[in-house]
């Protein structure tokens, strides 16, 4: 029997060598023949899967549920679990291990991932563990242990190929090695080529400012955003980050697309039925478009793009937004004459099938006391940010003013107070799914918390 994976590619083979299909009565019939294979398979979950409300709205799929109890309806458990963070993280790093990561490294993306839950980034924690990560490697198009090569380096610069290696490992070790340049010569820039998702872009800001530096990064990804005044994805959310010590609980971490709205918060408003926000996403008509089914559908068919920051057109500034995505991808690609557009989709446009994403990044670190005492640096931030949250508040807002870094801080000391992280029914779902599959995880693992 095929798997998950295999039968979603065919899925994507099927629409993106038919774009028109959807037409076509016998292409309809066999897209809801491999849907209906797809839905059988172990680990796919019919209620989040944007493949079928594709499915449903423009080929006439009927989502079926599994005859099966799923593990909701097995535990008598709320469906939500909270999950201690240390034991989430040994899993992920176990997951990680049976892949032939080797361990040090393993504890490295482990602690990525993880701290993303802790900062209650829940898109790029444990949530991303089997899609982007498991499934790539199982899909050939990820490698789990790659050497990383120094291309170019000087005292404060170097030129870095993670030769589509783990992402998350391949981070950390740039941003060190910027950190490390910086402590003895005042500054470091490292450039990285050929890596892969690397997780929150924020990690990486936060290494720099918890190491008494000044840090920034950035990374390319597949093209979503279209220029202003154009509609065709070009550009990828490319984060713009920044990380400043402060003598608060927590830095000054910026960490944010440089798109209004990115693809998970499309498919969350798919999930609860609500209508996507004028002006996050235009379609080949240069309509702003707000109907949050057919903006997923047109999105698989390149038909729409995501809009960036300030929108489309330039009423609303949203040049700035397309000049900062444009900033990041040249960043991500000049230094390294690494490749953009379809190159990075992780389609290949003629079968459909996966192929690799070979990302760029950029780290770079500002040592502090090369100009002033940290002491100094952290009290002056901290007048700053102090000054903002204390500024008068709206009356229609909700009575307390953000600096950023501060909701990610909100959520870790919630989440720290409640023993952990919520594990909803999908998320399970996957872990057992990798429990019952990874060599060596179902006799370590043989009865998860929720079980």
Known sequence: ????????????????????????????????????????????????????????????????????????????????VIIDFEYMKVFMKEVFLSYGVPEDRAETCSDVLIEADKRGID???????????????????????????????????ALIDGNLGMGLYIGPHCMN????????????????????????????????????????????ARPSIAPTFGVEPMLGTNPLVFGIPTHDDFPFVIDCATSVNQRGKIERYAREGKETPRGAVIDNEGIERTDTEGILRDMVLGKCALTPLGGAGD????????????????????????????????????????KPMPLGHFFLAINIEAMCPLE??????????????????SPAGPGRIWTAGEPENDARVKRMGQGGMNVPVSLQKNMVVLRDVRPGLAEKYSKLPFE
């Open 123 to 157: 898109s790029h924690g444990l949530g991303r563990l089997k899609p982007i990560y498991c499934d790539r490697i199982d899909a050939g198009i990820l490698s789990p242990s790659m050497p990383i090569d120094v291309i170019n380096e000087t005292e404060t610069t």
């Open 376 to 393: 100094t640096f952290k009290k002056n931030s901290s007048s700053l940010l102090t000054a903002l949250r204390g500024s008068m508040k």
């Open 1 to 80: 029997m095929a798997t998950a994976d295999e039968v979603k590619t065919q899925v994507l083979s099927l629409i993106a060598s038919n774009p028109s299909g959807h037409q076509d009565k016998s292409i309809r019939e066999k897209v809801c023949n491999l849907l209906t294979q797809y839905s059988a398979c172990d680990g796919v979950d019919l209620d989040t899967d944007v493949l079928f409300a594709i499915g449903a709205n423009v080929y006439g799929f009927e989502v079926k549920k599994k005859s099966v109890p799923d593990i909701a309806a097995a535990t008598a458990k709320p469906p939500d």
């Open 177 to 220: 090695m910027a950190i490390e340049k910086a402590k003895k010569y005042g500054v470091g820039f490292v450039a990285c080529k050929n890596s892969t998702h690397y997780g929150i872009a924020g990690y990486y800001a936060t290494m720099a400012s918890d190491a008494g530096c000044i840090g920034f990064t950035g990374t390319n």
């Open 315 to 354: 009423a609303m500034g949203g040049y700035k937004g397309y000049g900062w995505a444009t900033t990041v991808e040249l960043l991500c690609t000049a230094l390294q004459s690494g490749p953009f557009g379809d190159d990075i989709c992780g389609v290949d446009r003629a079968t459909g099938k996966p």
